[in-house]
T-cell receptor
Framework: NAGVTQTPKFQVLKTGQSMTLQCAQD?????MSWYRQDPGMGLRLIHY???????DQGEVPNGYNVSRSTTEDFPLRLLSAAPSQTSVYFC??????????????FGDGTRLSIL | GESVGLHLPTLSVQEGDNSIINCAYS??????FIWYKQESGKGPQFIID?????DKRQGQRVTVLLNKTVKHLSLQIAATQPGDSAVYFC??????????????FGRGTQLTVWP
């Protein structure tokens, strides 16, 4: 049972480039989410989804897009990378459709640097 | 404003001692609380959770205490071991206006265990 799998683990981009961070879970969880973690700060919610075909914005959505075509996958797209998006990105899932009543299971993160 | 924060950014303890990590929250409507452990280079790992209808919950070597009167949460680790060295995050959720219970994370406490 792999849990939450994120790819790639590391990525370096140039300003203005676009890319997609992949997230997949094999636990049939309804709720999936993307967070970013910056030094000295807690995790901040970027986007989340309560099921296939349904997505919504979190606290810091600007510059990111998401889609949820299947229960298993929740990719995060950076449209035009900026140095301020240098961060560690975590994907999480939860069996709880609301996302705040049961533990969320996290992947090991993607470390992204924007030059 | 609403916040979830920790009283101390770092905590150093000797192996075998008990550790207490504290967390304050400001949203009186918070009804679910959770502690995560994050080791270097890994994603947050669920430790223990507690709902607002409880004051205390125990796990294996860990205890979470909730004081709703002063909006305070603590994590106690018994007989702390070197493997407990990590960053510990508290998170909480509860209805905020029209927003259902997403998790909101504090900034984390770095626990270092000395042999």
């Amino acid at each position: 049972n792999a849990g939450v799998t994120q790819t790639p683990k590391f990525q370096v981009l140039k300003t203005g480039q676009s890319m997609t961070l992949q997230c997949a879970q094999d636990m049939n969880h309804e709720y999936m989410s993307w967070y970013r973690q910056d030094p000295g700060m807690g995790l901040r919610l970027i986007h989340y989804s309560v099921g296939a075909g349904i997505t919504d914005q979190g606290e810091v959505p600007n510059g990111y897009n998401v889609s949820r075509s299947t229960t298993e996958d929740f990719p995060l797209r950076l449209l035009s990378a900026a140095p301020s998006q240098t961060s560690v990105y975590f994907c999480a899932s939860s069996p709880d459709r609301v996302g705040g009543n049961q533990p969320q299971h996290f992947g090991d993160g993607t470390r992204l640097s924007i030059l | 404003g609403e916040s979830v924060g920790l009283h101390l950014p770092t905590l150093s303890v000797q192996e075998g001692d008990n550790s207490i990590i504290n967390c304050a929250y400001s949203n009186s409507a918070s009804d679910y609380f959770i502690w995560y452990k994050q080791e270097s280079g890994k994603g947050p790992q669920f430790i223990i959770d507690i709902r607002s209808n409880m004051d205390k919950r125990q796990g294996q070597r860990v205890t979470v205490l909730l004081n709703k009167t002063v909006k305070h949460l603590s994590l106690q680790i018994a007989a702390t071991q070197p493997g407990d060295s990590a960053v510990y995050f508290c998170a909480e959720s509860g209805i905020r206006g029209s927003t259902l219970g997403r998790l909101y994370f504090g900034r984390g406490t770095q626990l270092t265990v000395w042999p």
